[in-house]
């Protein structure tokens, strides 16, 4: 059972940064070869898909919303991931959640929630104006 958790969110002013954080474990398959993922979820909006890393191989992929702002990382010594995020907008406040798995997934599919099964308790990240 791979678990997963999140840490860094934070309350900051528009234009700031901020860096989250994922540890995983458990893991009884590979920290690798995994697609790991981060997504956020407001209050009475769907859940979004942000950010997207294949651990096997380091391809990165983001939604457009975030793109040239957020940045996807990951440290596997520390079976880490990070998200990056810069130049912080109102509309980025979110619950932001961790997520992965095994599935083998294409570019159509890398930010779909419903592809994940292992999930964080989220950490939340707010964005005053």
């Keep these: 059972q791979v678990q ?7 309350s900051v002013q528009a234009g700031g940064s901020l860096r989250l954080s994922c540890v995983a474990s ?6 690798y070869y995994m697609y790991m993922g981060w997504f956020r979820q407001a209050p009475g ?3 979004e898909g942000v950010a997207g890393i ?3 191989g380091g391809s990165t992929y983001y939604a457009d919303s975030v793109k040239g702002r957020f940045t996807i990382s990951q ?6 991931l990070y998200l990056q995020m810069n130049s912080l ?6 619950m932001y959640y961790c997520a992965a798995t095994y599935l ?26």
């Design 4 to 10: 997963l958790v999140e840490s860094g969110g934070g």
């Design 26 to 31: 458990g893991y009884t398959y590979s920290y």
């Design 45 to 47: 909006k769907e859940r």
């Design 54 to 56: 294949y651990t096997g």
């Design 75 to 80: 440290d596997n010594a520390k079976n880490t």
């Design 89 to 94: 907008k109102p509309e980025d406040t979110a």
């Design 104 to 129: 083998r997934l294409g570019d159509y599919d890398r930010l779909d929630s419903y592809k994940y099964n292992y999930w964080g308790q989220g950490t939340q990240v707010t964005v005053s104006s």
